[in-house]
């Protein structure tokens, strides 16, 4: 089954512009971890944030988690064409293993 | 250093055959997890193996699905009596250790397709 729900499910964007993500889950987690995807391949770890965490940043990422309404959102900040892929939050639920991921949203930033 | 490796890369099967998925972890990585993704779906967690513990199969959809990890290292995800809805890109991760703050590294994926 799946816990977390992305939204918006498709955004495109310039170059230069913002690119705000957010996702929801449904129960307590550990932490929640935001992947990239490009042409439905592998996935790439972008960043990892705990669930005693409320911020955090690399590079042009931007990360966020409330706890409270259990959701979280990825800014990535002046995009680029290169930026362009799918990005997945994905939960590791406080009495689990695996990773549980979900549907994703589909980037696209134009030049 | 090498990051995980799967093979094939892509493979086109007839419905009822069985086929075998191949996953090469990272060198040292002690965990190790089989996903699914379908057409236009997230990822869906089909087993993972931990060191020399029992695997959690508790992914797995069906009994046509099975899998196995010889020496600690490599894995093969084994599906038997291919069906149709069995097409996905099926994903292999490894994890330093099973810890739940331990970034998981992903492979390229095998797509399957189920003629």
């Known amino acids: 089954s799946q816990q977390g729900e992305e939204d918006p499910q498709a955004l495109s964007i310039q170059e230069g512009e913002n690119a705000t993500m957010n996702c929801s889950y449904k129960?307590?987690?550990?932490?929640l971890q935001w992947y990239r995807q490009n042409s439905g391949r592998g996935l790439v770890h972008l960043i990892l944030i705990r669930s005693n965490e409320r911020e955090k940043h690399s590079g042009r990422l931007r990360v966020t988690l409330d706890t409270s309404k259990k959701s979280s959102s990825l800014l990535i900040t002046a995009s680029r064409a290169a930026d362009t892929a799918s990005y997945f939050c994905?939960?590791?639920?406080?009495?689990?293993?695996?990773?549980?991921f979900g549907k994703g949203t589909t980037l696209s930033v134009s030049s | 250093g090498a990051g995980v490796s799967q093979s094939p890369s892509n493979k086109v099967t007839e419905k009822g055959k069985d086929v075998e998925l191949r996953c090469d972890p990272i060198?040292?990585?002690?965990?190790l997890y089989w996903y699914r993704q379908s057409l236009g779906q997230g990822l869906e967690f089909l087993i993972y193996?931990?060191?020399?513990?029992?695997?959690?199969k508790s992914g797995l959809p069906s009994d046509r699905f099975s899998a196995e990890r010889t020496g600690g290292s490599v894995s093969t995800l084994t599906i038997q009596r291919t069906q149709q809805e069995d097409s996905a890109v099926y994903l292999c991760?490894?994890?330093?250790?099973?810890?739940?703050?331990?970034?998981?590294?992903f492979g390229p994926g095998t797509r399957l397709t189920v003629l």
């Open positions: 060198s040292g990585h002690t965990a």
């Open positions: 994905a939960t590791v639920p406080v009495a689990g293993t695996a990773l549980i």
């Open positions: 193996f931990q060191g020399n513990s029992a695997p959690d």
């Open positions: 129960t307590s987690i550990n932490n």
């Open positions: 991760a490894s994890s330093l250790q099973q810890g739940r703050t331990d970034t998981q590294y």
